[in-house]
């Protein structure tokens, strides 16, 4: 019995052993397994990304052998499209006297001023009207004088602040006006001058007039005058006779106007949009314009397929300043109306400015 025991005990152990080889088989196997496994994963990455490196490599040497296409720079042909350059011209207040001393240092002003910034501007406008053909035929110049080149004696204050009566003011003003037109009338075959007055030129004190409006400003007169007086064939006046004036630009219709019963604002963030889109928008209902021209409010903006909005040539002024007006540079307005697209394709402002950059402390 004993023997037997024995055996079985050893039996047993030998079981326990061929039990615990097969344990340790199977593990290394798996643990091998898992090896070859991880190898295979790493080596397909690696072939990925050496297929990725090929690939970049073949990409950037096609990159390598590309060339330039040619464009040649032909010059200008007859094929260009026609435009129409429009000069928008108004707030100069030539007879005004403005002080270093009453815009902060910002600015000066008087006869000889205003004499040398419309000579700039007319400079100006020569460059950018050529500069323009560039790029279209500019066959017809429009000069859109809209008023206030004088600031007259409105209020007790500008018989003080003004070098001129208003009257000579208004002869000083139409000399250079008239100087403009010549020069338009020697750079195109049409020149149209549509005009208003502003609300400065007048003989009455107070509140400007509705209906008789025209009929009391100095400034219409002067151009009923000077197109009695016109002697270049190819230059057309259309005074407008109410306060808003229409020009048909072949399909498209400008309206022109001072700008004075766009509602007010007192400088600030938004400036005179807000009031513009209003007044023009009202317009509209009556008869229908594509671009508005105004002055008055001596800042100049352009909002796509609504209006231009024109500078001054005074520049800032104790009034200004006053009301909080953002500081501007004195400029005026050139206007492309594309005949083909029928649009306002480019607005710029024309700078004046050139004796304050020169002469910072004058």
């Not at 075959?189 to 502003?198: F, L, M, N």
């Not at 057309?236 to 106007?257: K, N, P």
């Amino acid at each position: 019995m004993a023997k037997a025991a024995k055996q079985q005990s050893v039996a047993a152990s030998v079981a326990d052993l061929a039990t615990d080889d097969r344990l340790q088989s199977d593990a290394e196997l798996a643990r091998l397994r898992a090896e070859n496994a991880s190898l295979r994963g790493r080596y397909k990455a690696s072939l990925a990304a050496l297929d990725a490196e090929k690939a970049r490599a073949a990409t950037l040497a096609g990159l390598g052998r590309i060339e330039g296409k040619v464009f040649r720079n032909k010059p200008a042909g007859k094929s260009r499209t026609t435009a129409t350059a429009i000069a928008v011209l108004s707030d100069w207040h030539v007879e005004e006297t403005v002080t270093r001393e009453q815009t902060s240092g910002a600015n000066r002003f008087d006869l000889a001023t205003a004499d040398v910034r419309i000579a700039e501007l007319a400079e100006r406008l020569a460059i950018l009207i050529e500069h323009e053909r560039r790029l279209v035929k500019i066959d017809r110049i429009v000069l859109a004088c809209l008023g206030d080149f004088i600031s007259g004696h409105i209020h007790e204050e500008l018989a003080e602040t003004t070098s001129l009566a208003p009257m000579e003011a208004m002869r000083w003003a139409a000399a250079r006006l008239r100087g403009l037109i010549d020069m338009a009338a020697d750079m195109a075959r049409e020149v149209i001058v549509v005009t208003q007055p502003g609300n400065h030129g007048r003989s009455n004190h107070g509140k400007p007039r509705m209906a008789t409006e025209h009929q009391h400003s100095f400034e219409q007169n002067a151009y009923l005058m000077m197109r009695e007086a016109e002697g270049r064939r190819n230059v057309r006046w259309d005074i407008a006779e109410g306060y808003l004036g229409y020009l048909d630009l072949d399909g498209f219709t400008v309206r022109y106007h001072h700008g004075h019963s766009i509602g007010r604002y007192q400088g600030g963030i938004g400036g005179i949009t807000i009031p513009a889109n209003k007044a023009i928008a009202a317009w509209n209902r009556s008869r229908r314009a594509d671009l508005d021209l105004f002055g008055h409010w001596h800042q100049w903006g352009w909002l796509r397929g609504r209006y231009v909005s024109n500078g001054s040539l005074v520049g800032m002024n104790a009034f200004a300043l006053r009301i909080r007006a953002e500081a501007e540079a004195p400029c005026q307005s050139l206007v492309i109306v594309d005949g083909e697209r029928r649009e306002c394709t480019r607005a710029m402002p024309v700078w004046c400015d050139r004796d304050l950059r020169k002469r910072p402390d004058a």
